[in-house]
């Protein structure tokens, strides 16, 4: 393992002890997701700055491929420690001192990253990561009293929108990058690795748009939304194939990616049900999950 490795691994583990002392001291399913509201977000700035536009380039060294590696170091910064952190200043409403003072904790972990050799910027600057904070942190202090008041219409939407996300963006990336289970040709650009991520995007989006709407409807026979969801899947599945856009480089590929939107629907019902309560009970999911199961 490279040296490069165990700085992101060490900000990795130290942002994954702030969680479990937030998930703790906070144990509930409003807290939860808050946090994966505050990863969306996050996922989506990166898709525009990161993805299509090659603001920097991270460089964990553990995996031989270096876009896919890269994705690796966006996955600490996005999905482990900037969210980690947004989430200590609004579980504890530490003051705008601590928002401060962890926009320079976080700008002087890039600039040591920098120095390092470990993370390239190219068109991006530390200056702007500070400004984004300023206003990323604030924001995610807003978010846990309006899922409290989201109890329907489009803002339950949206919320039950970005709170579904990162299952759907993390788990549509992880098999082929870790895999190599498929490749998206769309022609957007050159190297096929940046032509998957950049078409993986917009597959996850538009599954998880799928996913909500089913969620914000009510209909009596649950196991309809779910079979309506495998349906959608296939039909774009076969699509995709016989364009040419979708090739499966592995005998499960397919089998993965029709499968984890059911969980990600079921995840869906239990976290619409606590925007619709409007009240924050404590998270024991373990038996909602059964709850939410098609029926």
């Known amino acids: 393992m490279s040296s490069n490795s165990y700085w992101y691994l060490g900000l990795s583990f130290i942002s994954i002890i702030l969680q479990v002392i937030v998930f703790y001291r906070k144990r509930s399913v409003h807290t939860y997701m808050q946090f994966f509201i505050g990863v969306e977000l996050l996922y989506l700035v990166e898709a525009v700055i990161y993805i299509f ?93 309006w899922m409290l008041k989201a109890k329907k219409g489009l803002s339950r939407a949206f919320l039950l929108f970005l709170c579904l996300g990162p299952f759907s963006g993390t788990v549509q990336f992880l098999p082929f990058m870790l895999f190599n289970s498929r490749v998206y040709r769309t022609g957007w650009f050159s190297d096929p690795a940046y032509d998957t991520s950049a078409f993986g995007i917009v597959y996850y989006l538009f599954v998880v748009l799928v996913i909500t709407l089913l969620v914000m409807d009510s209909w009596r026979y649950q196991w309809i939304k779910y079979a309506c969801l495998e349906i959608i899947l296939l039909i774009i599945t076969m699509l995709l ?55």
Do not use: C
């Open 53 to 145: 536009n090659g603001s920097y380039e991270y460089h964990p060294k553990l995996l031989s491929n270096r876009y896919y590696d890269s994705h690796l170091g966006a996955i600490t910064s996005n999905l482990i420690s900037i969210p980690s952190f947004a989430l200590v200043l609004s579980v504890f409403q530490l003051s705008w001192i601590w928002i401060v003072a962890f926009i320079a904790l976080l700008a002087g972990i890039e600039w040591l990253f920098i120095e390092l050799h470990i993370y390239t910027l190219y068109w991006w600057r530390i200056g702007y990561t500070s400004l984004g904070l300023l206003l990323y942190f604030p924001l995610i202090k807003k978010m846990y009293p």
């Open 241 to 295: 194939k016989q364009s040419g856009i979708l090739i499966s480089q592995i005998w499960w590929d397919v089998y993965i990616y029709l499968m984890f939107p059911l969980l990600i629907l079921m995840i869906g019902e239990i976290f619409g049900k606590h925007l619709a309560k409007g009240e924050s009970p404590d998270a024991s999911t373990a038996s909602e999950i059964n709850k939410a199961a098609p029926t």
